[in-house]
């Protein structure tokens, strides 16, 4: 059984703070990593992916990825109020195309 | 990119009644597509997936089904409705190499 563990939250952080998402995963063949944002009420959506060990950065946000430790973190830096959503963490295993997903951890950022 | 249209954005249906839910997708041709139901305060759950026209793969025995009748339509269906079929449906497209997906706006079914 692959899984793919957050912790529920909520976190909560101030404005302008790094918000730290973490992610793990039980599938040592796993080798696609995404990060989708859910808001309330809303679909999810694609915020980043990554396939290699490091970090990959896209303007605010920088996910990591350690494949030896077997998590995926996201962080987020100067965090905003329209921040505050749920965030998906996907993995998807060699030789498969369809990604596990976690249940996600709720951000909360406040002013 | 590509564009995924999913209607209606909210259903209310007595128990017992049918559904048929639809998705449409514009900007690729030959993707995957994906059916997912979220619960409230739940994680996404994949109902069915389709790698193409007529092929539909079921991960969750239940009163539900899917059809592929067309390259960038997908369809679900229900006979008849139970009160554990409400929630919030997802579609999902897959395209590339990347395999990130795209989701639709969703339906939020309530059965009463």
């Known amino acids: 059984q692959k899984e793919v563990e957050q912790n529920s939250g909520p976190l909560s952080v101030p404005e302008g703070a790094i918000a730290s998402l973490n992610c793990t995963y039980s599938d040592r063949g796993s080798q696609s990593f995404f990060w989708y944002r859910q808001y309330s009420g809303k679909s999810p959506e694609l915020i980043m992916s990554?396939?290699?060990?490091g970090d990959k950065e896209d303007g605010r946000f920088t996910a990591q990825l350690n494949k030896a430790s077997q998590y995926v973190s996201l962080l987020i830096r100067d965090s905003q109020p329209s921040d505050s959503a749920t965030y998906l963490c996907?993995?998807?295993?060699?030789?498969?195309?369809?990604?596990?997903f976690g249940r996600g951890t709720s951000l909360i950022v406040h002013p | 990119s590509q564009t995924i249209h999913q209607w209606p954005a909210t259903l209310v249906q007595p128990v017992g009644s049918p559904l048929s839910l639809e998705c449409t997708v514009e900007?690729?041709?030959?993707?995957?597509l994906y059916w997912y139901r979220q619960a409230a305060g739940r994680g996404l759950q994949l109902l069915f997936y389709?790698?193409?026209?007529?092929?539909i793969s079921s991960e969750v025995p239940q009163n539900l089904s899917a059809s592929r009748p067309q390259d960038r339509q997908f369809i679900l269906s229900s006979k008849k409705l139970l009160l554990s079929d409400s929630g919030f449906y997802l579609c999902a497209c897959q395209t590339g190499t990347d395999y990130g997906y795209t989701f639709g706006s969703g339906t939020r079914l309530t059965v009463v």
């Open positions: 996907a993995v998807i295993s060699g030789g498969s195309y369809i990604p596990t």
């Open positions: 389709s790698v193409g026209i007529g092929q």
């Open positions: 900007g690729t041709s030959n993707p995957n």
């Open positions: 990554i396939y290699s060990n």
